[in-house]
């Protein structure tokens, strides 16, 4: 069905077509003032030649900076009689601002209400037909819009006439817009909900009843002017409207026929509000500046549920994988005035869509089975907290369904040590309690994505377009925190002392003496820092699995106390940093966990299995020369980055270098389409993670950065593992980012001191091999892994080679929201980690193939207990072997506690290197095998991306194509999802067999979040009820084929 078309080209041909058939109607109402369209016509024709006469014929853009009145929009309509474009400029903006955007437009002229009244006064009353106008044409620019840049300048976004009318055309169809209305004009001029309050009701013969700068701040006043003058169309901020609720100045709300919330998510609570005083028609409309003003108006009168709904007509809506809405149509804006390089960037041409041109909106939204849109909140308005993607948006959407919630805003407080921290601040009806509002949000949210602080106010500050205002609001003083209800503070001096160590880490001002550590946002990492710093102040041994079973202030304050005496008399591990600090011989031990890649190194020379390739794209320009200065601090700041391994009188050692290049090598590869570059960049970086280091002579580290133009690059780090880990690649780029803003912002960059550097905690560790509590660590694995050692029999689709070879492909899985929060709420219920939970799914996998009960499963675990290591490179790496049994035919649930119990144990015992782990249980070699562990998990905080003023790293992923195990499962936080790959062993398996068993797995994931309660020999019975109708179906192709 074609759009229907409108009578007119554009809104200045039909603001004169309603001049001409309705000349006395009252066309703009203002401060008690009014004016027809005859009157609004001639007076906009005189200004119009005023101009013409006084301004250069080639002029394109005329500012606008005038009080709220008849004469503006006089002003308006006069600028596009010339065929010019206006950009409205707030009176109340600062004047840098206004320098700013007429330094980036280059505006020359720029009329103020002043110089309004001198051109009026230049020019002599006219006759309307003398006025030699030449037609506006459809093409040309209408207005431009200034809007905040991500960069922190602004941008500004032409809208030309033919775009506007398009707008207007599928608008008022979409929302059935009648003759003789009366819309109120709200907004500030400078924003575009003003195009909809003003030139669009001209452009239809309407009435604009414009608020004058009183009636815009003061609700009553408002609702006097709705009621004095009928209006029947209002087009308003959420925030705004909340405000006239507040106030209960809602009276003049009765006799509106529609009402367009616009400019900020709408809550389903303030949608009910609005009901409750009004019969109006509700509609949720959306649209981004470039797409000119709103291209959906969905409504949601009766909605239990807000959408945007759909796009209107002419304009068309794509969604990416990552839920980015493109969007394409006549309505898109020509682009960023003066700055085409920005309108490259956002207004895309897809060979896909045919050479369609799309408009990179960087919002999220998720389609549903209605077809209607969903918003979910800002690409850019994401934040990493702890790790973890959030979306501001996402958390105030669900704050704004609490009972009584008139407003919440989500912001960002950046404590000691870069710690990032969510905080609340509130406005409603009721007084919430801190653990109310936390049990409303638990239950919706995963726990990294809770406030940890709450504030509340009694009115949130507004911008000058009626949103809240997001600065303002973390700057004012009279905000209340909450806190627990009768808070119990810390009473001891050992859990006052913790109580600092948790704030710290976990950057919560006040923290409850029985609340739970993991319900205030810790997790696995965190709780490291935490144990971290419990050792070093109390010079305890401290594990994780203290924290995991005591974690309150007050339980773990008495295990600490209790064991107090015991832990006086310290060895040598337990000992400050000075105290087991090396001297300074160039020459040091390998440290426990190195000795296996140096052995492993000489035995197979040519082999690259621990080399490790990490490559981040880089997201606009960057200076590859400060790029390579920076990273040679870096190499200068971190020894282990500076060292070499050899032999001494036949023993390995180490040896750092005093200094030693690395160059930051760039390729160049412009000649490359956009679509290849990532499998480009994949076939690249293989290459290099291939090229053999020499041990011997160094670096252990190469660098390059692979161009495909100035603004499209990836930067590929090749190391080995013998000095480098995950943890240390987050270290790593880290740094990276940080000397580089340093550098080309010529500031300080805050680096955390290192005290300590890795061959210091090689003279520890060596120092600690001979420690009673080797001894224990020892007997404990002994007696874990006694027995007879399983081997996992698992169903091979080849026959098992002579020797254990490495070649490898992979599976992946993506796991959207909803499955990972689900996930995230398991583990909460059980009190375990996201880690423990995927150790259980995939020990369960593994029973419905192999039809055993005794499972080994290896993980990595960090071995960075002792201060000071958090923030150093180098390889910390041990193995924990995780058994488990699952015999008696245990429930998923029950299997989770016994996982818990199995991962904490090994937490407790963790320092066992894991070439001591094998000394001590003497497993049986069998070179057709890996050595002990077939299967592997590893679950991987490496940073998603970093972003600083200067640049901004997002990592790749990367498939192997070697691998150690026979099966090895990684887990990898994107987002809000969670990527699963499972990488096997091509001589072993074939890709179908995987693929089946990782759409099994996703199948276990389930199970556990729906059905905890079902056991292990109803899951194997559910998988071969599959299997048998899958050769059912394969049975009868077949048969199928040979009648053929």
Not at 437 to 442: K, S
Not at 472 to 500: F, G, I, M, N, Y
Not at 560 to 566: A, F
Not at 689 to 701: D, V
Request: aromatic share 8%.
């Amino acid at each position: 069905m074609s759009i229907p078309k409108l009578a007119f080209n554009t809104v200045v041909e039909g603001f004169k077509h309603y001049a001409l058939d309705q000349p006395e109607a009252t066309a703009v109402i203002c401060s008690g003032n009014s004016v027809t369209y005859r009157q609004l016509d001639q007076e906009s024709n005189r200004l119009a030649t005023a101009l013409l006469l006084a301004l250069p014929i080639s002029i394109d853009s005329i500012g606008l900076m005038m009080d709220r009145s008849i004469d503006l929009v006089v002003a308006m309509m006069g600028i596009l009689k010339t065929g010019a474009s206006y950009l409205p400029l707030d009176p109340a903006l600062p004047s840098e601002r206004v320098n700013t955007i007429m330094e980036d437009a280059g505006l020359n002229y720029i009329i103020t209400d002043e110089k309004y009244r001198e051109l009026m006064d230049s020019v002599d009353d006219f006759q309307n037909e003398q006025v030699p106008f030449s037609p506006v044409r459809p093409d040309q620019v209408a207005y431009v819009i200034y809007t905040s840049g991500s960069t922190g300048k602004p941008k500004g976004i032409m809208i030309e006439h033919h775009a506007l009318k398009q707008f207007m055309t599928g608008f008022k169809e979409e929302v059935n817009l009648v003759d003789h209305s009366k819309m109120l004009a709200l907004a500030t001029i400078s924003f575009d909900a003003s195009i909809l309050e003003i030139l669009v009701p001209l452009g239809f013969g309407f009435t604009v009843v414009m608020a004058n700068q009183s009636e815009q701040q003061d609700p009553h006043l408002l609702n006097q002017l709705l009621m004095r003058h009928s209006v029947d169309l209002i087009n308003i901020t959420p925030t705004r409207m909340q405000q006239i609720l507040s106030a209960k100045a809602t009276e003049g709300l009765r006799h509106v026929r529609k009402i367009f919330f616009a400019g900020e998510p709408l809550s389903v609570s303030l949608l009910q509000k609005t009901r409750r005083v009004t019969c109006a028609t509700l509609y949720n409309l959306y649209g981004p500046t470039e797409t000119t003003v709103s291209i959906t108006a969905k409504d949601v009168t009766d909605a239990d549920h807000i959408t945007i709904g759909q796009p209107i007509r002419g304009v068309e809506f794509y969604v990416d994988e990552r839920n980015e809405l493109y969007i394409s149509g006549e309505t898109l804006a020509r682009g960023y005035l003066n700055d085409s390089a920005r309108t490259e960037e956002n207004f895309i041409v897809s060979k896909a869509l045919k050479g369609k041109r799309l408009y990179k909106t960087g919002d999220l939204v998720r389609r549903l089975p209605n077809g209607d849109y969903e918003y979910i909140g800002r690409v850019d308005n994401q934040v990493k907290v702890n790790g973890y993607r959030v979306e501001l948006e996402e958390i105030e959407k669900q704050l704004l369904d609490f009972p009584g919630m008139d407003e919440a805003v989500v912001t960002v407080d950046e404590r000691e040590e870069g710690l990032k921290v969510l905080c609340a601040y509130i406005q409603c009806v009721q007084h919430p309690t801190r653990i109310a509002l936390y049990q409303h949000l638990e239950n919706k949210l995963p726990q990294y994505m809770i406030p940890r602080e709450f504030y509340v106010l009694d009115q949130l500050p507004l911008t000058p377009n009626g949103k809240v205002d997001r600065k303002a609001v973390k700057q004012l003083e009279e905000a209340r925190l909450l806190t627990s209800d009768a808070l119990q503070l810390p009473v001891s001096p050992t859990e006052q002392q913790l109580s600092s160590i948790w704030s710290t880490i976990l950057g919560v001002s006040t923290i409850d003496r029985n609340e739970d550590f993991f319900h205030l946002g810790g997790q696995s990492l965190l709780a490291t820092k935490v144990m971290q710093e419990v050792n070093h102040i109390f010079h305890g041994k401290y594990s994780i699995g203290d924290l995991f079973k005591n974690p309150t202030i007050a339980k773990l304050a008495a295990v600490i106390e209790e064991g107090s005496e015991v832990r006086v008399d310290r060895p040598v591990w337990q000992l400050t940093e000075r105290e087991y600090k090396d001297d300074d011989s160039s020459l040091k031990p390998l440290s426990l966990f190195q000795h296996r890649l140096w052995i492993t190194d000489k035995l197979y020379e040519d082999s690259p299995s621990y080399n490790v390739v990490t490559v981040w794209r880089i997201k606009a320009g960057c200076d590859p020369e400060i790029l390579e200065q920076s990273l040679q601090e870096i190499v200068q700041r971190h020894e282990s980055l500076r060292t070499v391994f050899m032999e001494s009188e036949g023993i390995p050692v180490q040896r750092v270098m005093p200094s030693l290049a690395v160059p930051l090598r760039v390729m160049k590869r412009p000649e490359v389409e956009k679509e290849k570059r990532e499998q480009t960049i994949s076939e690249v970086a293989e290459e290099l993670r291939k090229e053999r280091f020499s041990l011997e002579e160094g670096p252990l580290i190469r660098a390059h950065i692979l161009q495909f133009g100035t603004e499209d690059q990836a930067l590929i780090v090749t190391m080995h593992h013998i000095i480098s880990d995950d943890w240390s690649m987050g270290v790593l780029i880290g740094e990276w980012t940080a000397i580089y803003e340093e550098k080309f912002f010529k500031k300080q960059a805050d680096l955390p001191d290192l005290p300590i550097q890795y061959g210091d905690f090689s003279v520890w560790q060596n120092h600690l091999k001979n420690e009673e509590r080797m001894k224990k660590e020892e007997s404990y694995w002994k007696k874990k892994l006694a027995g007879p050692l399983p081997t996992l029999d698992l169903p091979l689709d080849s026959p098992r080679p002579p020797r254990f070879t490495h070649l490898a492909d992979s599976e992946v899985i993506y796991l959207n929201e909803s499955i990972t929060n689900d996930l995230y709420r398991v583990a909460k219920k059980y009190e375990i980690t996201l880690f423990m939970l995927f150790i259980t799914a995939y020990k369960v996998l593994l029973h419905t193939k192999t039809h055993q009960e005794d499972i080994l499963v290896g993980s990595p675990i960090a071995s960075r207990k002792q201060k000071g290591t958090e923030n150093l490179i180098g390889f910390f790496v041990n193995t924990l072997v995780l058994r488990t049994s699952l015999s008696g035919d245990p429930t998923i649930s029950d299997l989770l506690y016994r996982v818990r119990q199995t991962a904490l144990e090994a937490y407790d015992h963790q320092d066992l290197p894991f070439d001591q782990l094998v000394e001590v249980v003497k497993p049986k070699r069998d070179l057709r095998y890996p050595l002990l562990i077939q299967a592997w998990l590893v679950f991987q905080h490496i940073p998603q991306a970093v972003k600083t003023n200067g640049i901004e790293f997002q990592l790749m992923p990367l498939e192997v194509d070697t691998t150690n195990f026979d099966l090895s499962m990684s887990v990898v936080e994107l987002d809000k999802r969670l990527r699963v790959s499972l990488t096997y062993n091509k001589d072993l398996f074939q890709s179908e067999t995987i693929s089946k068993w990782m759409s099994q797995f996703e199948q276990i994931l389930t199970l556990l979040i729906h059905e905890p309660d079902k056991r292990l020999s109803a899951i194997g019975k559910q998988f071969s009820s599959q299997q048998r109708n899958e050769w059912k179906k394969k049975k009868k192709k077949l048969q199928f084929k040979k009648g053929l």
